[in-house]
C-alpha cells in the first residue's frame, strides 16, 4: 500500500506515491523544503519511510493526512508500540510454502536476547523506542511545515507535552548548565541512553584475520584509526588519499565540510596492496571513487555492500558487531590515551559538542565486567587463606570460644 521510490536523480531523490501510484505532494513539498535546507540524501529516505508509514496507516483507517486529528496520532503512537514489524520474504523465497508474514501482533512483552559474543541486545521483533522517536519528531516537523504553508489541520495532531506547552523552554536555565530538552512530544516514549560498545583487541583481532580481502582489510583499518562513519569513509576519492602526510580527506555527515583525518601507516599499507590488486581494472583519476566491488563488473561500493561483507564476518565469529561499533572502537581507543587531549578526539570524530565526546571517557561495559570479577574472585581467595590465629599461650581455646560467641 504505497511506496518509497528512488527517482535516481539530484533534483528529488525520493518521491512518496500513494496506491494509485500518484505522487503525494504535501510529502514531496516537505521533502524539497529538506532538501534546501541542506538535508542529505539519507536523511531524506529517513523521513520519507516515517512519513510512508503514517499516510499507511491514514489509507488504512480511511482518513485524509489533512484530517488527522489527535485521536489519529494517538492511535498511530499505539500501534507502532504494540504491533510487529513486517517481516519480508527475501525475493528468491517468494512462493514458497512456509514464507508467510509472522505474526508480531502479540500483547505480552517479548523476551531480550543478547548475543552471547558481543553481548549486544538481538534485534527485536517490535519497533524500538528510537524509531517510535523519530517518528514522532518527523511527524510533528510535517505537520508544522504544511501549517506554515496554510495547509492542514489547525492544530498538530502530534503536539508538544502538556507540561511544557504553555510555558517558553528553558525559561529558567542556569547559563553554568547545558540546556535541557525540555520541548518533548506528547506521544514521545522514554528512549533509554544508550552506552557505545567497543570491539575488545582480541576480538578485534579475530575478527580482521577473517576478512578476505586486502580493500576489507584497508576499510577495517581506516574505521578504526579514523574514526570516521562510513558514510564518510565511502565517499573518499582517489584524490583524497595522502600517504605521504598520512592522512584522508573526508566530507563531514552533518556539515559537509572536507577534513583531513589522520589514519595508522597499517591502513595506508592495506590500501596499497588493495590498489595494486585491482590495477588497470578500474578507473583512475581525480574525483574517482577510492572503494570499489571486487567483482566485475567494477562498481563503487555502496554502504549496502559493505554492510553485507561485515555481516558475513560477523556470522563466522557468531556475532552481531556493526560498522559504527568500529567508529566507537576507534573512539574509545584515542580517549583512552592520556597523551591525547579530548578536544582532539572531540575534532577527529567530528562532533558538534564536547559533551557527545565525554561518553566514551564512560568505562566500557567489558572493562567494568572483567574489574568486578576479579574483585570477587579476590575476596574469595582472601577468605580461603584466611587462616585462624592462634591463641596466645596461657589461654584455653574452649574459654575464649565462650568469651567470642563461637560456641553456644
Not at 26 to 36: C, E, I, R, S, T
Not at 191 to 198: L, T
Amino acid at each position: 500500500m504505497g511506496a518509497l521510490v528512488a527517482t535516481d536523480t539530484c533534483e528529488e531523490p525520493y518521491r512518496l506515491l500513494d496506491p494509485s501510484g500518484t505522487v503525494v505532494e504535501p510529502v514531496a513539498g516537505f521533502l524539497l523544503d529538506l532538501q534546501a535546507a541542506g538535508r542529505s540524501v539519507a536523511t531524506l529516505r529517513s523521513y520519507g519511510m516515517d512519513l510512508l508509514r503514517w499516510f499507511r496507516f491514514l489509507w488504512a483507517v480511511g482518513v485524509a493526512w489533512d484530517r488527522a486529528s489527535r485521536i489519529e496520532a494517538r492511535d498511530f503512537s499505539r500501534w507502532l508500540q504494540l504491533a510487529g514489524k513486517p517481516a519480508r520474504v527475501h525475493w528468491r523465497r517468494r512462493g514458497q510454502s512456509g514464507t508467510g508474514i509472522e505474526d508480531r501482533t502479540s500483547m505480552a512483552p517479548l523476551p531480550v536476547t543478547v548475543n552471547q559474543v558481543t553481548g549486544k541486545p538481538l534485534p527485536g521483533k517490535k519497533y524500538a523506542a528510537t524509531t517510535i522517536a523519530h517518528s514522532e519528531t518527523v511527524l510533528r516537523a510535517f505537520y508544522d511545515f504544511q501549517a506554515e504553508m496554510s495547509a492542514g489541520p489547525v492544530i498538530n495532531p502530534f503536539p508538544l507535552a502538556r507540561a511544557r506547552r504553555a510555558g517558553r523552554a528553558n525559561a529558567h536555565h542556569n547559563p553554568m548548565e547545558p540546556f535541557r530538552n525540555e520541548r518533548t512530544g506528547l506521544y514521545r516514549p522514554r528512549v533509554p541512553r544508550r552506552i557505545p560498545r567497543s570491539i575488545p583487541d582480541e576480538v578485534f583481532n579475530e575478527l580482521f584475520a577473517r576478512l578476505p580481502s586486502h580493500r576489507d582489510r584497508a576499510l577495517v583499518a581506516f574505521f578504526v584509526s579514523t574514526g570516521a562513519r562510513a558514510a564518510e569513509l565511502l565517499g573518499v576519492t582517489q584524490d583524497g588519499v595522502d600517504p605521504g602526510m598520512q592522512v584522508i580527506s573526508v566530507v563531514r555527515k552533518g556539515s559537509r565540510a572536507v577534513q583531513q583525518l589522520p589514519a595508522s601507516p597499517d591502513a595506508f599499507v592495506w590500501l596499497r596492496l588493495y590498489q595494486v590488486e585491482l590495477e588497470g581494472r578500474v578507473p583512475r583519476g581525480r574525483g574517482r571513487p577510492l572503494w570499489w566491488t571486487l567483482r566485475r563488473p567494477h562498481r563503487p561500493l555502496t554502504y549496502h555492500a559493505l554492510h553485507r561483507m561485515f555481516e558475513r564476518v560477523n556470522d563466522t565469529l557468531g556475532a552481531n558487531w556493526t560498522l559504527h561499533d568500529l567508529r566507537h572502537t576507534a573512539a574509545y581507543r584515542m580517549a583512552e590515551d592520556p597523551a591525547l587531549p579530548l578536544t582532539d578526539v572531540q575534532h577527529v570524530l567530528g562532533h558538534a559538542h564536547l559533551t557527545t565526546t565525554q561518553i566514551y571517557l564512560t568505562p566500557r561495559q567489558d572493562d567494568v565486567i572483567r574489574r568486578v570479577l576479579a574483585h570477587h574472585a579476590g575476596q574469595t581467595a582472601r577468605r580461603a587463606a584466611q587462616v585462624e590465629p592462634t591463641p596466645a599461650p596461657g589461654y584455653r581455646p574452649e574459654t575464649l570460644d565462650v568469651l567470642f560467641g563461637r560456641r553456644p
